[in-house]
């Protein structure tokens, strides 16, 4: 993917059959009966659960700014529907991903996540969008989108299980809270450090009044050739592979080996500079990466398992972006 982009994992198959969570939900309606093709039913809106005004669970919706920008919750219906808009005008007309035939008609990307999760908006005060007889508005340039456990087991579970066995990695930990992140992309004049920046004091100060205790999520590399990403795949295996109790599997279906150049063969540095942005930041804070890589050819990417502990972040990193950082006071 492009620059400070990573999108999060389809459920498995998306391309071939329902998602996941998608069957589920149906399977608890009543709907879901054997032999019937499930495939055109990801596009019907009756099947994903309404958008309705979100809580912030005491949490100021404003949590910092730098400059005109400013990172905030979604707290309205509106809100998610601004954020499913700019993440289909990245994904499928940037990045030429195929749209389902509701996707394409309401040009937002939407799936049956976005009524349980939270959404993390980057809003630029210093630019304004239009539309006719409407009131110009500041401009959405960036999103993320947040997944606490409790909501997850509430409703359809984790969407990394789309791609990843966490199964093993959420019962060696019972004790912690996870937090999924996925789902986010940002403008392409705003992939800046400082956009970056912000996203992640947004997603701290939310991980703290939570009270998190891991992150988990993929991160995606541009393209579906495992041997042109041969180098950055290594590279991840090698030198960056999560230990044991935290290092989830690639499902079996879709595992794609990581470790096709050997360590002593690979130049750090190079592999570094091969990574796209985000990856290499989350290395930076003290992530560690999951078993096997996944396709996803719908989207045109690889994806791969990430795991943070928020006990490995480095304390310079938290001084820098943290709740207490003055330069990004709301």
Do not use: N
């Amino acid at each position: 993917m492009v620059p400070f982009l990573s999108r999060g994992p389809l459920p498995a198959g998306r391309d071939a059959q329902a998602p996941t969570a998608l069957a589920r939900l149906m399977q608890r309606a009543g709907e879901a009966r054997p032999g019937i093709d499930l495939r055109g039913a990801v596009a019907s809106s009756r099947l994903f659960p309404p958008l309705k005004r979100l809580p912030t669970h005491g949490l100021d919706p404003v949590l910092g700014r730098i400059g005109a920008l400013e990172v905030r919750l979604a707290t309205r219906p509106k809100d998610v529907r601004r954020a499913q808009r700019l993440r289909y005008r990245v994904f499928y007309e940037e990045m030429a991903a195929v749209p389902s035939a509701l996707a394409a008609l309401k040009r937002r990307d939407v799936d049956e996540y976005d009524a349980v999760c939270d959404h993390l908006l980057v809003i630029d005060h210093a630019a304004t969008e239009a539309k006719p007889f409407r009131k110009p508005r500041p401009k959405v340039v960036g999103t993320y989108r947040l997944l606490r456990q409790e909501q997850a087991d509430r409703h359809f579970g984790f969407y990394t299980a789309g791609e990843y066995d966490i199964g093993p990695v959420l019962d060696a930990h019972r004790s912690l809270r996870f937090l999924e992140l996925g789902r986010s992309c940002v403008l392409k004049p705003y992939r800046t450090k400082r956009t970056v920046e912000l996203l992640w004091h947004g997603i701290w100060t939310y991980v703290l009044h939570h009270r998190i205790d891991a992150m988990l999520g993929c991160a995606s590399l541009d393209g579906t050739d495992p041997d042109r990403l041969a180098l950055p795949l290594s590279f991840l295996h090698h030198f960056a592979r999560a230990s044991d109790g935290w290092c989830a599997r690639a499902l079996p279906e879709r595992h794609v080996a990581m470790d096709r150049i050997s360590r002593e063969a690979i130049d750090p540095k190079s592999a570094l500079q091969a990574l796209p942005p985000l990856v290499k930041g989350y290395l930076r804070l003290g992530a560690t990466f999951g078993d096997g890589a996944v396709i996803d050819r719908q989207f045109g990417t690889t994806d791969v398992f990430v795991v943070l502990p928020v006990a490995a972040i480095a304390p310079r990193y938290i001084g820098h972006f943290g709740a207490g950082a003055e330069r990004h006071a709301a």
